[in-house]
């Protein structure tokens, strides 16, 4: 395999399990308030409008705004689904949610082994603050935020994956994208850089995640602490 | 003050001493190759070449395109001043020794206690790649790499200020520009950002970079450690 320099990352599903952070959040949020109901089933419907909403900028429907902008409408089409009316701090806190999600149990190990041989950035859908917000969370050690915001405009179009690998001045080939979802990770090998699986089986509910890639990928590992393994790290 | 959430850093003359770690990579290179110079005077025309560069982006003379490149171009012209020639290897090389730049030694641990009650980003004309390399090299704990490449523009055009306060999600008046020259934080200020002025005395030479702000800031600091102190870090 040609020299890797620069792994970048996948993040919902890859790094944090947004399905039960987001179940967790609402419910610490709404059942205060008096709510009751299906915490997951609440985080599916929100998560469901997620690719819908990336698609109206992806088309130029909609100008590039931050993907927080995108959970803000995506959470009032939600709230108004499941009955729910808040008042403005609290949907502005709900919206946050997204900021809070916990890291699968072996990223924050995994990413520091993989540190030492490579430069690491997100690249994620998720804006620069939500990212930042993750780091601190989990500890994430990053070397720059890259991504959806810096290139404005939304996975999977090429010039997310593109401008972070030019970001470190590298060829796409030095480069790995790192994700637990085959359509994410062909859109990066079409453009040239290498891919990395990530198995995460649970992702969407136990056992609804991706278990093996649908495409073609350089590596598949079972979690980043493989993934290290895999790469010497 | 109102609430300052995030401070944002000039970096060469502000973090790290450009001129003496030019003029050192300069000898380590040239020196074997039977090159005998003024190495500071070496840095400091390098230097010089600086501003003038990056006004053809601002007035849009010439395209956006990353310091590295800028720098390369300017390298070109010292180079020839000198009467030095140097094959590709060597003057890419040369060209790099902007990445491996010191800190002045107050700055990680100022960076440190800072970083427990603030965001922090550099905000300065250095591509991502170089404050990638520069943070690295000295340890900087940054949670995001902004300024003129995520902005696409040089300091002190307001854009690249007010992008880096609008990452983190901060009016300009929630965030702080920390800086060792007037004239960066005159340009912060005036798009209504808080601005720290931090004592460089040695900057460009012995006692001869800014003493004092030639413009009204919000704080005065002799190093990081002292701004960290003044704000509570």
Chains 1, 2 share one sequence.
Not at 42 to 47: M, N, S, V
Not at 168 to 191: G, R, Y
Not at 196 to 204: H, K, V
Request: aromatic share 10%.
């Amino acid at each position: 395999m040609k020299k890797i320099n620069a792994l970048i990352f996948d993040v919902f599903g890859t790094l944090v399990d947004w399905r039960t952070s987001v179940a967790r959040e609402a419910e610490l949020i709404l059942r205060p308030q008096g709510f009751q109901l299906d915490w997951l089933a609440f985080a599916d419907a929100w998560r469901d409008e997620y690719q819908p909403a990336m698609e109206k900028v992806r088309t130029g429907n909609i100008a590039f705004c931050k993907l927080d902008a995108l959970h803000l409408r995506n959470l009032d089409i939600v709230l108004e689904r499941f009955g729910i009316t808040l008042d403005e701090t609290l949907r502005q806190k709900l919206n946050l949610a997204w900021h809070r999600l916990e890291a699968w149990p072996d990223v924050t190990a995994g990413l520091n082994r993989l540190r030492t041989r490579f430069r690491l950035a997100p690249c994620s859908n998720g804006n620069i603050s939500l990212m930042v917000d993750l780091a601190r969370k989990n500890n994430f050690p990053w070397d720059a935020i890259l991504g959806a915001e810096f290139a404005r405009d939304y996975k999977p179009k090429p010039v997310v994956y593109l401008s972070a690998a030019e970001a470190f001045d590298l060829e796409p080939s030095q480069t790995m994208m790192v994700a637990a979802h085959s359509s994410d990770l062909a859109a990066a090998a079409s453009v040239g850089l290498k891919t990395a699986f990530i198995r995460r089986p649970d992702e969407f509910g136990p056992g609804k995640g991706e278990i093996d890639p649908e495409c073609t990928v350089d590596l598949v590992a079972n979690d980043l602490l493989d993934l290290a393994r895999q790469l010497n790290a």
